[in-house]
């Protein structure tokens, strides 16, 4: 993610945010925070209750929903590939906290 954060726009607390944070944290605009928990939502559950779903709809067109769906989609795939085929981690990479 430290490669790729500069060039996406991220900032420092951000790229912290998104490794330690949440959604909440003041670094996001009402359309990131929107989107993360999305994101969080997806990976937690593999759903989206209905409270975000109205969020989701106020802020982006139906679309941009499907296609954020999917792009979610492909991200989880590629975890599944990076992290079954045991592939080695960027060495600069901001690392998540350890869930054990």
């Given at each position: 993610?430290?490669l790729?954060?500069?060039?996406?726009?991220?900032s420092?607390?951000?790229?912290?945010?998104?490794?330690?944070?949440?959604?909440?944290?003041g670094?996001w605009?009402?359309?990131?925070?929107?989107?993360?928990?999305?994101?969080?939502?997806?990976?937690?559950?593999?759903s989206?209750?209905?409270?975000?779903?109205?969020?989701?709809?106020s802020?982006?067109?139906?679309e941009?929903?499907?296609e954020?769906?999917?792009?979610?989609?492909?991200y989880?795939?590629?975890s599944?590939?990076t992290?079954?085929?045991r592939?080695?981690l960027?060495?600069d990479?901001?690392r998540?906290?350890?869930?054990?």
């Open positions: 993610m430290t790729f954060a500069a060039r996406a726009g991220l420092p607390a951000q790229v912290t945010s998104l490794t330690t944070g949440s959604a909440d944290d670094c605009s009402a359309e990131e925070r929107c989107l993360l928990r999305m994101c969080d939502a997806l990976h937690r559950d593999c989206i209750d209905d409270d975000l779903w109205d969020a989701l709809r802020t982006f067109s139906e941009a929903i499907l954020l769906l999917m792009l979610a989609g492909f989880r795939t590629v599944y590939l992290n079954a085929l592939l080695p960027e060495p990479a901001a998540f906290p350890s869930r054990c």
